[in-house]
């Protein structure tokens, strides 16, 4: 269904990040959403100067700083990319005038959406998990494709355990 979302009529702006180069900085209001042609991202804030990842996106990914799309207030995350990474990006406007002009754009949306919710009680549940190997394995179970485009580093952090750690694990 993303691939039919790219070719819908719905105008996307095809844009080049550079490594490190951020799509949207804490504090602004995005009112964009973002499909991940090549390449990857990381969705951040920091906490006392310290970065918190809290999701990824790489080829063929929606990603959108949920809270500020939703509600039009500015939002504490950060995107930004990890590598060079091409987006297709598409306005809030165009996009909403999109998904309600068909019943089965609009049944496309709820999905992403109960997705997102879904990912996102996992990833909740992830941080309640005492043991780095458990929240390790069920990483792996549920996304073995993100440890194929991410670097261990942004893992690490993901995962909250020390790159040394996630190196251990995944020897063992």
Known sequence: MVEKLLHSGLRWEKKEFRRNEFLKISGSTDTQIYFVEKGSIRIFM???????????GYTGNIIVSLDSFLSGKPSEFYIQAIKKTTVRIASKKDFYEFIYADEEHLKFWISVLEDLVIQQIEREKDLLIHSPGERYARVLNRSPKLFQEIP???????????PETLSRLKKS
């Open 152 to 162: 261990g580093k942004y893992i690490a952090n993901y995962l909250r355990m020390s």
């Open 46 to 56: 920091t906490d006392e100067n310290e970065e918190r990842i809290i999701r990824f």
